[in-house]
């Protein structure tokens, strides 16, 4: 009964390549979020959905697209990867967009490109 | 702007000793203020959260906070470190103007000797 969960865990790629991450949630939360982790461990928000809507876009190279289908999933589309985009690429959600609601975690992502 | 600052990048215990790690946080509102916990190739995991209720905050584990106005800090503790304590802490602020976008400290490494 996994609350967030990602696929895949794993994800070595050439530059140049297409790929995707998907990110479910069975918590019934309102809002999914993507972050990136780096290899000193910073932790910046990326993007953030409320119902399927895009709230939060940081500044992130329009080669990373968000699509949500549904409140419970939000996937991270990434085009022409590049090197500088390895990372360990992590999901969450929260019941909604107040402040006082904790984040909840998927696993992470980890992204390795060669 | 609502931001964090972890001061030790690094902190080093012995089994059985108390824990300290220090959070300052800068907030223009009323912040909500979280510490969540990675160990090793993990996801993150909530210790635990302020939210302008009592001030004193316990979490799992044996950790607890206290949330100082006037310092503006939100200091994690505990009395006794394990072994399994060893892992990267995340001091959180909740940005509440900006839909619960979280922004993360740099995180600090906690060593636990035997």
């Known amino acids: 009964d996994t609350a967030v969960s990602q696929t895949p865990k794993y994800l070595v790629t050439q530059m140049g390549n297409d790929k995707s991450i998907k990110c479910e949630q069975n918590?019934?939360?309102?809002?999914m979020y993507w972050y990136k982790q780096d290899s000193k461990k910073f932790l910046k928000i990326m993007f953030s959905?409320?119902?399927?809507?895009?709230?939060i876009n940081e500044t992130v190279p329009n080669r990373f697209s968000p699509k949500s289908p549904d409140k419970a999933h939000l996937n991270l589309h990434i085009n022409s990867l590049e090197l500088g985009d390895s990372a360990v690429y992590f999901c969450a959600s929260s019941p909604n967009t107040r402040g006082s609601y904790e984040q909840y975690f998927g696993p992470g992502t980890r992204l390795t490109v060669t | 702007a609502q931001s964090v600052t972890q001061l030790d990048s690094h902190v080093s215990v012995s089994e059985g000793t108390p824990v300290l790690l220090r959070c300052n946080y800068s907030?223009?509102?009323?912040?909500?203020l979280f510490w969540y916990v990675q160990h090793p190739n993990k996801g993150l995991q909530l210790l635990l959260k302020?939210?302008?209720?009592?001030?004193l905050v316990k979490g799992i584990n044996g950790f607890e906070a206290e949330f100082k106005k006037s310092e503006t800090s939100f200091h994690l503790t505990k009395p006794s470190a394990h072994m399994s304590d060893a892992a990267e802490y995340f001091c959180?602020?909740?940005?509440?103007?900006?839909?619960?976008?979280?922004?993360f400290g740099a995180g600090t490494r906690l060593t636990v000797k035997p």
């Open positions: 907030s223009s509102y009323s912040p909500s």
């Open positions: 959905y409320n119902n399927k809507e895009l709230i």
């Open positions: 302020y939210t302008s209720a009592a001030t």
């Open positions: 959180v602020v909740s940005v509440l103007a900006h839909n619960n976008d979280m922004r």
């Open positions: 918590l019934g939360h309102d809002t």
